[in-house]
């Protein structure tokens, strides 16, 4: 199957997203289908990544292109699953979402924070070690926007992560976030605030996962 080429393909799938957010059925539903076509094909999730992560855009069609992304998460990210993502693909895509945390649109930026924790349930931290520290670091900048985006993103991810049922899996998580954390104190500033901010009830619950 031939790969979409990102410069090509995204006026196309812009084009189709935004006919996906009309009222007017009969415009929606052949876009819909499109789209159904589309979820398949090689390079269609950085197609995806590169339209919800342009803020210029209009709100409706990024959001569009968010739910879609995180829809095929869940139905090809996994190796087993058919028509899987190549390692190539998911590798830029990893890259490409935490690439920055500027997200304005706060519904987006909490969707987005979603679909980075559902890669971690899969990837962290055997494909993913670097999530954690990029998130670390991101909460340290000088930026309340982009503070705010990666706390949300380090919430979200942790939670998942720390819901693992597996031992070896929740042993993994643990040992990793403890010594990630420890060596980074400065983060411990910043925890009263996201656990009152998203409603996280003990400092422990994240690490435990009780």
């Not at 829809?71 to 490409?96: F, M, N, Q, V």
Request: contains cysteine.
């Amino acid at each position: 199957m031939v790969s979409m080429d990102l410069n090509s393909a995204s006026t196309v799938v812009l084009q189709v997203l935004t006919q996906a957010t009309s009222q007017d059925t009969a415009v929606l539903k052949p876009a819909e289908e499109q789209l159904k076509q589309w979820e398949t094909q090689p390079g269609f999730y950085s197609v995806l990544l590169n339209i919800f992560t342009n803020h210029t855009l209009d709100i409706n069609v990024r959001w569009l292109a968010v739910l879609y992304f995180k829809h095929g998460i869940d139905r090809y990210w996994r190796r087993a699953a058919p028509h899987a993502l190549s390692e190539e693909e998911k590798c830029t895509l990893r890259a490409g979402l935490i690439t920055n945390f500027n997200e304005p649109i706060s519904q987006i930026a909490t969707q987005i924070a979603v679909l980075i924790a559902k890669v971690a349930r899969l990837d962290c931290p055997r494909q993913w070690p670097e999530l954690i520290p990029t998130l670390i670091e991101s909460v340290k900048v000088q930026d309340d926007l982009r503070q705010h985006r990666a706390l949300l993103t380090f919430y979200h991810v942790t939670k998942t992560l720390a819901s693992k049922q597996l031992a070896a899996d929740r042993k993994l998580f643990h040992d990793f976030c403890c010594e990630e954390i420890v060596n980074k104190v400065q983060l411990i500033n910043f925890l009263p605030w996201m656990y009152l901010t998203f409603g996280v009830t003990t400092k422990t619950s994240l690490l435990t996962g009780s």
